[in-house]
């Protein structure tokens, strides 16, 4: 399922961590056989007995990998970063993780730029369930005229992709 042999495995995924690949608890359990929970009880106690702590994880840091594996393109990567950014600024998204927003945020890109790609194909790579992208869309469209970048040419028109 992975492809080569698991120490192959093992080293590329130890090498996209070094490389500052942010994952999530669930992409972290889809590749061991430990559950989510058990995860974060040991990311605690690791933290706590490293007396540490961790960057707070941004939509950013998601965006790259989800663009690429969707192949959407650096342009629509772009505009969703900063669809997600100024969704977070203008706590719009308030109490939403950053995967979800980054789901979202390439949703909603995909809609405006007219890019095939449901909320299915984008919660498959972001491990984001299609309603819960489409709920945060809805939280997200009122406030499409603020969420775009200012030179950003919409080709299909947002007043029309309220009911996607």
């Not at 500052?20 to 056989?33: L, S, V």
């Not at 979202?104 to 194909?121: E, G, H, P, Q, R």
């Not at 992208?133 to 992709?161: C, E, G, H, W």
Request: net charge positive.
């Amino acid at each position: 399922q992975h492809g080569g042999s698991g120490k192959q495995w093992y080293q590329r995924r130890v090498r996209g961590n070094q490389e500052g690949a942010t994952r999530t608890f669930k992409e972290i359990c889809a590749a061991c056989t430990v559950t989510k929970k058990q995860i974060g009880k040991s990311f605690k106690l690791i933290l706590r007995a490293l007396n540490t702590s961790v960057e707070i994880i941004k939509t950013g840091d998601f965006m790259s990998r989800f663009c690429s594996n969707l192949d959407i393109g650096h342009k629509a990567q772009t505009v969703a970063t900063a669809v997600a950014r100024q969704a977070v600024d203008l706590d719009i998204v308030a109490g939403k993780v950053p995967v979800t927003v980054a789901a979202a945020a390439i949703y909603f890109t995909c809609l405006a730029m007219d890019i095939d790609k449901s909320a299915k194909d984008i919660g498959d790579v972001a491990g984001v369930a299609e309603t819960t992208i489409k709920q945060t869309f809805r939280a997200m469209y009122p406030s499409r005229d603020k969420l775009f970048p200012s030179d950003f040419v919409p080709k299909v028109n947002l007043d029309n992709i309220a009911a996607k």
